[in-house]
């Protein structure tokens, strides 16, 4: 009974705070992102523009120009084509075949190609972990069910884990965030596994999203905790003497980089060891394709769109590699949460750890 009031209550925190991790993960980079595309845009049209007056002003290269200029403008439909062209090989999902029979300059465009399609798919991820959580949140019995089990059992190994980091008082305050925070992710990176989606982990904007949350928490929590002359002493690097006091200065700037260094980190982190896995299968799911359809030739069938299930051999190493990233960024997020607490409150989490 205690363990099913247990997963009611932490279920009930992880639907309120998946709420707000996932708006957050995708409403702070998808500015930036699509004022990147903008730009690039812009700069593309500008690059057309002088060209243009350079075939007007030079007639004798005309017909160079012109060369040129429907280069110029292959060049452009392709990234109008989908942003994709620039990232590297991966199994495409649904966004991005829709994208493909659209009108590149319709204003609906960027929902489905670029950061329009990294927002859906992590808006879709994380309203898939509200309503799991939420329904296993309402339906809780003495005699748990499969799904209700396997809530427990996350639910349970988090708790432990976090409260022999952080020691249960404290611990207990940050599994919401901190346990959200891995199933959200382990659930965008394996979200490429599933037909007709893919992983937003496998673009900087989402995993800078996400750190950047992390990021402020941390700071959110030093300040709550230690308050601003405290955290102050602390990016001081806490001197007891004249000799570290007089590395003040380089001690401060030091850990000032370091906490902006702190969220870099994970995000590339992550972004890369996803970005390896699906570059891997998106390359074995291509060359299936490749290979099945140099087999098939021979029977006179050409221009297939499927093929061998090659990518399939990879699938465990997938599902590894996702569970391990998300477990890092974790377990990365509770060290950093740790570090900015204050120095009486580890050593009374570490005797109250090692009474229980």
């Known amino acids: 009974m205690k363990q099913s009031v247990m997963i009611g209550n932490k279920s009930n925190s992880f639907v309120c705070v998946c709420l707000l991790l996932g708006a957050f993960c995708w409403l702070i980079p998808s500015p930036v992102a699509f004022a990147e595309e903008e730009s690039h845009s812009e700069s593309h049209e500008e690059a057309e523009h002088g060209h243009a007056e350079s075939e007007h002003a030079n007639e004798a290269a005309h017909e160079e120009g012109h060369a040129a200029h429907e280069h110029s403008e292959d060049h452009h439909g392709e990234h109008e084509g989908g942003h994709h062209h620039a990232h590297p090989p991966e199994v495409p999902d649904a966004l991005y075949w829709i994208s493909q029979s659209m009108d590149p300059n319709a204003w609906y465009f960027p929902l489905f190609d670029g950061a329009g399609r990294v927002i859906l798919n992590s808006l879709l991820v994380a309203c898939f972990t509200f309503i799991l959580f939420r329904k296993l949140a309402s339906k809780l019995q003495m005699i748990p069910l499969r799904g209700q089990s396997l809530a427990e059992l996350y639910i349970g190994t988090v708790d432990k884990f976090i409260c022999d980091i952080l020691g249960k008082e404290k611990g207990r305050i940050y599994v919401p965030f901190l346990g959200t925070l891995a199933i959200y992710i382990w659930f965008m990176n394996l979200a490429a596994l599933v037909p007709g989606l893919m992983s937003p982990t496998v673009y900087l904007q989402q995993t800078f999203g996400l750190s950047i949350c992390v990021f ?69 799911a291509g060359l299936g394709v490749m290979i099945f359809q140099y087999l098939i030739s021979f029977v006179g069938v050409e221009n297939v769109w499927f093929g061998l299930p090659l990518h399939g051999l990879l699938l465990p190493i997938a599902l590894i590699g996702a569970t391990i990233q998300a477990v890092v960024f974790m377990t990365l997020s509770t060290i950093y949460i740790y570090l900015v607490l204050p120095h009486h409150d580890h050593g009374e989490s570490h005797a109250e750890a090692s009474a229980h």
């Open 216 to 284: 402020f928490y941390v700071q959110y929590t030093a300040l709550k905790f230690n308050g601003i002359g405290g955290y102050l002493f602390h990016l001081m690097g806490e001197p007891q003497g004249a000799i570290m006091w007089a590395m003040v200065p380089l001690f401060f700037v030091l850990h000032v980089l370091g906490e902006f260094i702190k969220p870099v980190s994970l995000a590339l982190r992550l972004y890369g060891n996803i970005l390896g896995e699906h570059i891997l299968l998106g390359v074995f």
